[in-house]
């Protein structure tokens, strides 16, 4: 039988990104071991650890062990209000060699380029900054230089980077964790600064959910914000009950043979 080759692409959303690690502790607790993984943001840093060869119970304690909400400090440097100097550390402590190519699994990185005005899929060479480029929202983080490109948030303009798993995987897994319901009020600066970015990355993120086989998109993750890390086993355990209930819809996508039809149809619109 022909082995099935699983892919996840992995949303940005800030501290609800701490879903992604639920997800794929539930995915490995059935015996569902993703090989290609793709991020954006928060799903960037999730999916570089995981690719790393951590385990997603690892992550979890990491995140906790770290205090990552204390992480990210209260700074005014000239690109932003806040900097990921401590973030960086954390990657530079946990990841043995700055390279993509030292992963144990394949991994795609989405970053948006202000230069040039795209969005980058970035797979080779050095891997720690584009990672920090990844996580890095307009304003709020300083951006990052990398060979004199200025790059920030890669889900500025593809917060669920699907692309390169498209002619890779016979199965992708979409997980969003951005959510969005209506509001009766939104008020305050940092309110509608954070709702106004969440909508734009939604759009963009739903527009991929067709290159998907399986959408991943917990509802009950919309009530924590950006910077809510210090709620990090609630967020986890929202993402891990998610997939568990919904992991017998996941083994009926693995009949490969409906898939791969599903697949073609979607490539050539037959």
């Not at 946990?94 to 390279?99: F, K, L, Q, S, V």
């Amino acid at each position: 039988m022909m082995k099935t080759k699983i892919g996840i692409s992995l949303s940005g959303g800030g501290a609800r990104g701490i879903a992604h690690i639920g997800v794929l502790a539930a995915l490995e607790k059935y015996g569902i071991h993703p090989e290609l993984i793709s991020g954006t943001s928060m799903g960037a840093l999730v999916g570089v650890l995981y690719a790393s060869g951590l385990k997603p119970e690892a992550i979890l304690e990491l995140i906790n062990a770290s205090k990552i909400h204390q992480i990210i400090s209260w700074a005014f440097p000239a690109g932003g209000l806040l900097d990921l100097d401590k973030v960086e550390h954390l990657l530079r402590t946990n990841i043995p060699e700055d390279d993509f190519s030292a992963l144990n699994k394949k991994f795609y990185c989405a970053v948006t380029n202000l230069n040039t005005g795209k969005f980058e899929l970035i797979s080779k060479g050095k891997l720690i900054d584009y990672v920090l480029a990844s996580a890095s929202i307009p304003i709020v983080f300083e951006p990052r230089i990398i060979r004199g490109q200025t790059y920030v948030d890669g889900g500025l303009l593809n917060n669920l980077p699907v692309e390169p798993l498209v002619d890779q995987a016979d199965i992708i897994i979409g997980v969003h964790v951005n959510h969005n319901e209506e509001l009766k009020e939104v008020s305050g600066i940092k309110a509608i600064a954070e709702r106004s970015f969440r909508l734009a990355i939604t759009k963009n993120a739903n527009e991929k959910f067709g290159l998907c086989d399986f959408v991943i998109d917990p509802p009950k993750i919309r009530k924590y914000s950006t910077f809510d890390f210090s709620k990090a086993n609630e967020i986890y355990a929202i993402g891990f009950e998610e997939t568990e209930n919904r992991i017998l819809d996941f083994f009926e996508q693995l009949d490969l043979n409906k898939v791969m039809e599903e697949k073609k149809k979607r490539l050539t619109g037959k």
